[in-house]
Structure formats: C-alpha cells, structure tokens
T-cell receptor
Framework: AQTVTQSQPEMSVQEAETVTLSCTYDTSESNYYLFWYKQPPSRQMILVIRQEAYKQQNATENRFSVNFQKAAKSFSLKISDSQLGDTAMYFCAFMNPTQGGSEKLVFGKGTKLTVNP | SAVISQKPSRDICQRGTSLTIQCQVDSQVTMMFWYRQQPGQSLTLIATANQGSEATYESGFVIDKFPISRPNLTFSTLTVSNMSPEDSSIYLC???????????FGPGTRLTVL
C-alpha cells in the first residue's frame, strides 16, 4: 500500500520569505500523480499544484513550485514570497491511476504553515 | 474546475440518530468520493460513490453505517447512521472528471454528535 509522509507537523515563515514543505512517499508503481492541497481555516480543500510522475520537469504555479525527486520518492513544495493568506494546513497526496481502480487519493498527515507579518 | 456544494454545512445531532449529507456538482463527473476528516487529522477515504451501483467502501467502513447513493452523474448522498460522538468529523465530497485528472473538494459538512 502506498504511504505518504510529511515530517513537519508545523512550520512558520515571515511574510515575503520562502518556505519549503517536505513530503516523501512509498510506492512500487512507476506511473502516478502527486498533489499538494491547501486547507485554510475555512476548511475548504484547495488544489495547489499537481505533478505527473512521468514528467521530469517540476510543476510550477505562480509562487508555488515543487521539487520532484522520483528516485528519492520526494515531493517538496516551495512557496516563494509568502503571503498572510498562505497560512493553512498543507497536505501532500498520492494517486495511482490503475485501470479499473478507484484512483483514490492517499494523504499525508499535513503540515500547519503559519505566515507571520 | 467543478463547483461543488454540500448540504448541510454543519449540524449538531443527538447520539443514535442519522444524518444525510448531500453533494451537488455543477457538471457531470466520472467519479465521486466521500472523505472523513476527524478533528486535527488528515483525510480518510470512506467510499467511492458509483453511479447506478453500490458504492465501493474502504477498509474499516461499512454500508450499514455509511450508506451512499449516487442516482446520477452530478449528485450523491452520504448518510451517517446511528451516530455516536466518535462520528464527529468533517465530511467532504470530492469529484474527478476524468481518470488521472485533478480532484476537487466540496466545502465540507461539520458534524458534531452529542
């Protein structure tokens, strides 16, 4: 079974600075997807960024980028120019698109990020 | 991205009663899922709601406790039956349009059982 590990329960960063959240996963599959979701206090789960395992290029979405190291099974999220609105729980998630399977998301335990003014 | 609504947004219920949560999507989607998020915890998949057939439940979750319906490609319900305080959680509906595509979440239903 796939597992996702987020080793940082809590992190903080000063506004405008850069922070990196760690995520590692365990799988024997070669084709899969990785995601970072953000959950602010409103509890709405928001998709931040998505990475296909077959793509070597790291995904980027504005201030958010990932460092995908497939051999190391590592998928970290970098937030540049941190803003107060980035304060939230961040969840790393894994999905294996097996044909006929449920394609369920497996989540890590989350990292609580606080951006300080 | 799909727009997903859930009703109710929150409820406080008595032990032993049941609550049905509705999930409505503004477009047809291939897959719908129900997740539970216990206080301070991550998300755990309860089941995949299958259109026109019985839901597929994850280990630890059973149909008698969490009956699910999905009558069409835009709507699903989750019932939490015979509730106990341990069922106090946020319940989230989630959808995916195509295999391997992004998965989006509804706003969640915060359930408190007294």
């Amino acid at each position: 079974a796939q597992t996702v590990t987020q080793s940082q329960p809590e992190m903080s960063v000063q506004e405008a600075e850069t922070v990196t959240l760690s995520c590692t996963y365990d799988t024997s599959e070669s084709n899969y997807y990785l995601f970072w979701y953000k959950q602010p206090p409103s509890r709405q789960m928001i998709l931040v960024i998505r990475q296909e395992a077959y793509k070597q290029q790291n995904a980027t979405e504005n201030r958010f980028s990932v460092n995908f190291q497939k051999a190391a099974k590592s998928f970290s999220l970098k937030i540049s120019d941190s803003q107060l609105g980035d304060t939230a729980m961040y969840f790393c998630a894994f999905m294996n698109p097996t044909q006929g399977g449920s394609e369920k998301l497996v989540f890590g335990k989350g990292t609580k990020l606080t951006v300080n003014p | 991205s799909a727009v997903i609504s859930q009703k109710p947004s929150r409820d406080i219920c008595q032990r032993g009663t049941s609550l049905t949560i509705q999930c409505q999507v503004d477009s047809q989607v291939t897959m719908m899922f129900w997740y539970r998020q216990q206080p301070g915890q991550s998300l755990t998949l309860i089941a995949t709601a299958n259109q026109g057939s019985e839901a597929t439940y994850e280990s630890g979750f059973v149909i008698d406790k969490f009956p699910i319906s999905r009558p069409n490609l835009t709507f699903s319900t989750l019932t939490v039956s015979n509730m106990s305080p341990e069922d106090s959680s946020i319940y989230l509906c989630s959808v995916r349009s195509n295999p391997g595509a992004e998965q989006f979440f509804g706003p969640g239903t915060r359930l408190t059982v007294l």
